[in-house]
């Protein structure tokens, strides 16, 4: 069975970073060329919304609300794919979702890891 299981959501005051962490099973991230991997956000009452892509070849791309604040990494012997997010803001309070794609074998999504950025 294929899964992934997003970690690492906790509380945080403004300005402070945390990294999630979407592990895999059943399968092993970034094998194919059109792997893909993502992370989603759904704020309280909000739709979910992208934050940022990596593709098998290490390519990221990252919403406008979050660039330059939010990296996307790999770890691919772990089966790990990463958010690192610094400068957190009250806005950025939302649960995460990993989501795992290999384009028409699986789209996959985790539980999700709740992220609140308070004082």
């Known amino acids: 069975q294929v899964q992934v299981v997003e970690s690492g959501g906790g509380l945080v005051q403004p300005g402070g970073s945390l990294r999630l962490s979407c592990t895999a099973s059943?399968?092993?991230?970034?094998?194919?060329?059109?792997?893909?991997m993502k992370w989603y956000r759904q704020a309280p009452g909000k739709e979910r919304e992208w934050v940022a892509t990596?593709?098998?070849?290490?390519?990221?791309s990252y919403a406008d609300s979050v660039k330059g604040r939010f990296s996307a990494a790999r770890d691919d012997v772990k089966k790990r794919f990463f958010l690192q997010m610094d400068g957190l803001k009250s806005e950025d309070t939302a649960v995460y979702y990993c989501n795992a794609m290999r384009g028409g074998v699986f789209d996959i999504w985790g539980q999700g890891t709740l992220v609140t950025v308070s004082s």
């Open positions: 990596m593709t098998v070849t290490g390519d990221t």
């Open positions: 059943g399968f092993t991230i970034f094998v194919y060329n059109y792997d893909i």
